[in-house]
């Protein structure tokens, strides 16, 4: 089939010895609760009182969910939306174009919000993605507790004399969740309530970088305000949404910006426009009989530094130990990177992911135009159709696809 790495345990250490030596917790850590201080944020100066948004924080931290609506009948097919304390600190990663000017990238935080849909006109249906994503100053923008999960991003209203208002808001604590979200791009908010049920860890290195979904069910409402194309002038237009989807929380350190230390691959590039020095590809798909699941595949200089995941079936958690990508139909979206080549984004591929308890296979389909969120990233939505255990499986997801 395809090499797995060997996993070695010892006590509570997981040591993937393909990938070098780290105290990783992601295959030991419980998978039914969630202990707080995963909720919380982590990376706040100073130590004790108020966050202190005017002091550079030695990392950041990012909230972030997706839900797939039930109904097929709705316009929206998808709600992908974050709110991130800081930026990942890579140009192409992160979008300095973005940044307000004097604005320094330490000093921003970002909020993203993306609703793709499939709009019916005159001329047949139309696949649109409402993508909305600024960064912002810190102490401006940022609201956040240290003794709940209470985080909050403020904009400016272009549409309303530049009038103050919520981009996002996250809150609750485990299993309950609430989402808050404007794009002020189009004019549509979001309201969201998750339930959680089955935890997925991707990495958990203290003091490195520590990352999970929680996959649980939703529902709340999507609504068009009168100055968004999807509502009419006279009023706003809501609609029911129920679904399936994930919460996440990422957080890792970043003492500097690593643009410095990627110079030299960046030569490289400029030389040779085809060689990517990094692949990252991160899918989280749900299925029929409560199938749902995901895996995350990072290589850096031909070697892999993340190929695990896990899925559910019917409440029964199973590991992935090990993902292959096909690339079956590829699309070449033209978007500037750094050395004035183009970033190849793939419109079909095959998956085979090695499980505890079988293969699973599945044939993924990105149907709508990729949302790019940085000249060498795209977040999309994504149906799939497939086997596992014997049994055909099919359904849709959320992906994040990176080559840098």
């Known amino acids: 089939m395809f090499d797995v790495p060997r996993i070695e345990r010892r006590g509570r250490a997981v040591i993937p010895l393909s990938r070098g030596l780290w105290f990783d917790r992601a295959l030991t850590n419980d998978r039914s609760s969630l202990p707080p201080k995963y909720e919380l944020p982590v990376y706040l100066a100073p130590s004790s009182g108020e966050p202190n948004t005017s002091v550079r924080w030695p990392g950041w931290d990012g909230w972030y969910f997706f839900m797939v609506p039930n109904s097929g009948d709705l316009a929206v097919r998808m709600v992908r939306a974050s709110i991130m304390t800081g930026l990942y600190g890579l140009a192409g990663v992160d979008d300095y174009s973005k940044l307000p000017p004097g604005l320094s990238a330490f000093d921003a935080v970002e909020h993203l919000m993306l609703t793709p849909a499939e709009l019916i006109t005159p001329a047949g249906a139309k696949k649109v993605n409402d993508l909305s994503h600024h960064y912002m100053p810190k102490r401006f923008a940022l609201s956040i507790r240290r003794d709940v999960l209470d985080v909050a991003i403020l904009g400016k209203d272009s549409r309303n004399d530049g009038a103050v208002r919520q981009y996002g808001r996250i809150q609750g604590s485990w299993p309950h969740y609430q989402f808050a979200f404007l794009n002020p791009d189009a004019d549509i908010s979001i309201s969201l309530e998750c339930a959680a049920r089955h935890i997925i860890w991707w990495a958990d290195v203290p003091g490195v970088f520590t990352y999970f979904a929680a996959f649980g069910d939703f529902k709340g409402s999507i609504t068009y305000g009168r100055g968004s194309t999807r509502g009419d002038r006279d009023q706003e237009k809501s609609y029911a949404l129920e679904g399936r989807g994930s919460f996440e929380h990422g957080y890792a350190r970043k003492p500097f910006n690593f643009d410095a230390l990627w110079s030299p691959v960046r030569a490289v590039e400029a030389v040779v426009p085809s060689f990517k020095a990094i692949s990252y590809q991160y899918e989280l798909f749900l299925g029929g009989d409560d199938l749902h699941g995901g895996f995350m595949l990072a290589r850096g200089f031909?070697?892999?530094?993340?190929?695990?995941?896990?899925?559910?079936?019917?409440?029964?958690?199973?590991?992935?130990?090990?993902?292959?990508?096909?690339?079956?139909?590829?699309?070449?979206?033209?978007?500037?990177?750094?050395?004035?080549?183009?970033?190849?984004?793939?419109?079909?591929?095959?998956?085979?992911?090695?499980?505890?308890?079988?293969?699973?296979?599945?044939?993924?389909?990105?149907?709508?135009?990729?949302?790019?969120?940085?000249?060498?990233?795209?977040?999309?939505?994504?149906?799939?159709?497939?086997?596992?255990?014997?049994?055909?499986?099919?359904?849709?997801?959320?992906?994040?696809?990176?080559?840098?």
């Open 302 to 404: 031909g070697m892999n530094f993340r190929n695990l995941g896990g899925l559910y079936v019917n409440g029964s958690y199973i590991r992935i130990k090990g993902v292959k990508i096909d690339y079956l139909k590829a699309e070449d979206e033209h978007v500037p990177t750094a050395s004035r080549s183009s970033v190849t984004f793939h419109r079909e591929w095959k998956v085979r992911a090695v499980t505890t308890d079988g293969l699973l296979e599945y044939t993924g389909r990105r149907e709508w135009p990729p949302p790019g969120v940085s000249s060498n990233m795209i977040y999309y939505n994504f149906s799939f159709s497939g086997t596992f255990g014997g049994k055909s499986i099919s359904g849709s997801g959320y992906g994040e696809y990176l080559s840098l």
